[in-house]
C-alpha cells in the first residue's frame, strides 16, 4: 500500500494532468521539486490542488523541449502534490511524491494543460516496496562509489548505507545525468533488479564530462 492509502491501480484516476519535462523521472515513493511559473501549469497546479491532488510526471519522447506540443513517453509516473508553496512572484513551488507509473493512453482536450487517459494494470507491483532481495548491494553501491569519484561528486555514503536498497537505485536513477533515453529506460524497467543492472551498466559506461557536479 502507497503512503497514501492506494492498494491498487483501481484506486487511482484515469484521467490525469499531464506535465511533459524533459530528462526529469519519478519513481513510486520518490520525491520530485518542481518550480512552475508557467500560466498553464500554475493552472494544473490550481486545479489538482482543488481535487485529488494528482499530476503525472512524463518525458517527451522526442527529447525536445522547443517542440510545442511534443510527443510523449509511453510510461510516465502518477505524483501527490505533498509540498506546495508560493513565492512573492507568483510562481509555485511544489514537491511531489511518487505513487505509481501509467501507461499513457488516450489525450484529452479542455484544458491550457495536457492531460490524458491512463492505465496502471502493468505496474501493479509500484504499490509494494520492493526488498530487492536478490540485489548484490555491495555491487551497486562499489559502482556508484567509483561513479561518483571519477566525477567529482560529494556524497554522504553514510546516510547511503542506512537507505533501502530500493531507495538508492531510484535516487541515483533520479538524479544522474544520464541523457532522456537512458532515464525513460530505468523508469520502464519492470522490476527492482532489472533497474539496477541497467544503473550500474549506465553508471560504469560514465558520463559527459560537463554533467552537474552534484548528487546530494
Keep these: 500500500m502507497s503512503a497514501f492509502g492506494y492498494r491498487k491501480p483501481a484506486d487511482l484516476p484515469q484521467t490525469i494532468a499531464l506535465f511533459p519535462l524533459n530528462g526529469a523521472i519519478l519513481f513510486p515513493r520518490g520525491v520530485l521539486a518542481l518550480n512552475i511559473f508557467e500560466p498553464r501549469y500554475l493552472n494544473m497546479i490550481d486545479d489538482a490542488l482543488g481535487a485529488e491532488r494528482m499530476i503525472g510526471i512524463i518525458q517527451p519522447a522526442?527529447?525536445?523541449?522547443?517542440?510545442?506540443?511534443?510527443?510523449?513517453?509511453?510510461v510516465g509516473t502518477v505524483g501527490r502534490i505533498?509540498?506546495?508553496?508560493?513565492?512573492?512572484d507568483g510562481r509555485y513551488l511544489v514537491t511531489l511524491t511518487g505513487v505509481c507509473r501509467f501507461t499513457y493512453g488516450r489525450e484529452l482536450e479542455g484544458k491550457p494543460y495536457r492531460q490524458a487517459l491512463v492505465?496502471?494494470?502493468?505496474?501493479?507491483?509500484?504499490?509494494?516496496?520492493?526488498?530487492?532481495?536478490?540485489?548484490?548491494r555491495a555491487k551497486l553501491i562499489g559502482a556508484l562509489r567509483s561513479y561518483a569519484s571519477l566525477h567529482g561528486y560529494q556524497v554522504d555514503w553514510a546516510s547511503v548505507e542506512q537507505a533501502p536498497t530500493e531507495t538508492v537505485i531510484n535516487v541515483a536513477a533520479q538524479i544522474c545525468p544520464f541523457d532522456p533515453a537512458a532515464k525513460q529506460a530505468l523508469l520502464e524497467a519492470q522490476t527492482l533488479e532489472e533497474r539496477c543492472q541497467a544503473l550500474i551498466a549506465l553508471v560504469e559506461w560514465g558520463a559527459p564530462d560537463d554533467a552537474p557536479r552534484s548528487l546530494q
Design 119 to 136: 492505465t496502471y494494470d502493468d505496474f501493479a507491483g509500484d504499490f509494494a516496496i520492493s526488498p530487492g532481495g536478490t540485489i548484490d
Design 62 to 74: 522526442t527529447g525536445e523541449d522547443e517542440e510545442p506540443i511534443p510527443e510523449l513517453s509511453d
Design 82 to 88: 505533498t509540498s506546495f508553496a508560493e513565492t512573492d
